[in-house]
Nanobody, 127 residues
């Protein structure tokens, strides 16, 4: 098990920014790919952005490309999702996930490949 805890969510106005954090306790994230996924009310969970274990590769959904940035610091056992220019359609519960077996770019944002998930955190974009 890899306990993951998300933080940094909340309510923000359109055009605003939030920075989500994903922290792991009891294990070292350096060997794990990290993914951020989100689920809006009435919609299926979707991939937002993912990063390889060594941060060599990243992947972004088209809807967030240029607005969101994924990063990680393995020494701190933490990954982040910087979200800028947030829009109402970004409103969702955001989840971070980790898995050690994801080693290819093609598999990086495949949701079914992630075994470890956080509880999720609400992000609401509204005026």
């Amino acid at each position: 098990q890899v306990p993951l805890v998300e933080s940094g969510g909340g309510l923000v106005q359109p055009g605003g920014s939030l920075r989500l954090s994903c922290a792991a306790s009891g294990d070292h994230l350096e060997h794990y790919a990290i993914g951020w996924f989100r689920q809006a009310p009435g919609k299926e969970r979707e991939a937002v952005s993912c990063i390889s274990s060594s941060a060599d590769f990243t992947n972004y959904a088209d809807s967030v490309e240029g607005r969101f940035t994924i990063s990680r610091d393995n020494a701190k056992n933490t990954a982040w999702l910087q979200m800028n220019n947030l829009q109402p359609e970004d409103t969702a519960v955001y989840y971070c996930a980790a898995d050690w077996s994801i080693t290819t770019v093609e598999a990086l944002c495949v949701m079914g490949g992630y075994d470890y998930w956080g509880q999720g955190i609400q992000v609401t974009v509204s005026s």
